[in-house]
């Protein structure tokens, strides 16, 4: 997947400025990519299986899925239109972690089971609510750079 | 779930066999595996939490990962395949996961893929994020192996 990205350095104006997997970008992207394999996984798992025992949760583990995938597809592919659609998505994942942690925490009646984004990803070491923090920096670095 | 209060080899043996009484116990050399399984989740998880304090400390000192550093991770796959050997053979001797054989198995694969692909990516940054990345694989793997032991037994 890198090797694409090296194999047209020529995607933005900004050969070296839009390679967003190199140095601190590319423990982004592994934690980014580990990330969307495990909500990939439990959400599939969970909406085949079990999806009405916790429809909300559920349905709010296949949204983080799916902004984890993108946010991974973004950073791997690089240049500048990839690094604002990643910095938007960072935002939103942000903003999602903590209404559903707030939510979760002020409703726990309409949560039966939990979602990835319970309790501030509370069940992942609260790498959701500070991976989205680390990689606003490192986008808005990349910029700069 | 009457697993859960249950603990040990011979109760493991007993409930996992369908054999009860004194023949279980007096043939505990066939069931051998569980404490196995016990073991190599202990292994993995140390070896990654080294693996993770020497792959950090060599992000800290600002190098990639070298040669003694693959050995390494070569030394902590070789365990995690065993462990998929280990528990993809109870399953088949027919063994229960508490939490179902789907997210056993996930989890089995998740862990023994962790670090390779930490290292792979550690081929292609050549500095110290490279190293770090490993770090974090290293973590990764010890956290999936204690949610691995609480799949097995607890549920």
């Keep these: ?145 | 779930m009457v697993k859960a209060t249950v603990r040990g080899p011979a109760a493991r043996s007993a409930a996992g066999w369908g054999r009860s009484g004194p023949a279980a116990e007096r043939a505990p050399a066939r069931n051998s595996l569980g404490p196995m399984l016990v073991a190599l989740t202990v292994a993995l998880s140390a070896a990654a939490l080294a693996l993770a304090a020497w792959c950090g400390f060599a992000a800290y000192r600002d190098q990639p990962t070298k040669d003694w550093h693959f050995i390494g991770m070569g030394v902590v796959t070789v365990l995690a395949l065993a462990q998929v050997v280990v528990g993809v053979v109870m399953l088949a001797r027919g063994e229960k996961a508490e939490e179902g054989t789907a997210i056993f198995v996930s989890y089995l694969v998740g862990a023994f893929l962790a670090v390779p692909a930490a290292g792979f990516m550690s081929l292609v940054e050549r500095s110290r994020w490279g190293s770090a990345v490993v770090a974090a694989g290293g973590v990764v793997l010890a956290v999936l192996e204690v949610r691995l032991h609480d799949i097995w037994t607890v549920g």
């Excluded at chain 1, 495990?38 to 999806?51: I, M, P, Q």
Aim: glycine residues 12%.
């Design chain 1, 1 to 145: 997947m890198t090797e694409r990205t090296q194999a047209r350095p020529d995607g933005g104006p900004k050969p070296g400025g839009n390679k967003l997997v190199k140095g601190p970008g590319i423990l982004l992207v592994w934690l980014y990519g580990v990330m969307s394999v495990g909500s990939v996984s439990r959400s599939v798992y969970e909406v085949a299986v079990k999806f009405d025992h916790a429809p909300l949760a559920y349905s709010l583990s296949v949204v983080a899925a799916v902004v984890y995938c993108f946010i991974t597809y973004t950073l791997v592919r690089g240049g500048e239109t990839a690094r604002r659609a990643a910095l938007v998505c960072c935002a939103a994942e942000l903003v999602g972690v903590l209404t559903v942690g707030t939510w979760t925490l002020a409703d726990p009646g309409a949560f039966p089971d939990s979602s990835v984004w319970s309790e501030f990803g509370m069940g992942y070491l609260f790498i959701p609510v500070l991976l989205p923090l680390t990689g606003i920096a490192w986008l808005r670095r990349a910029r700069a750079a």
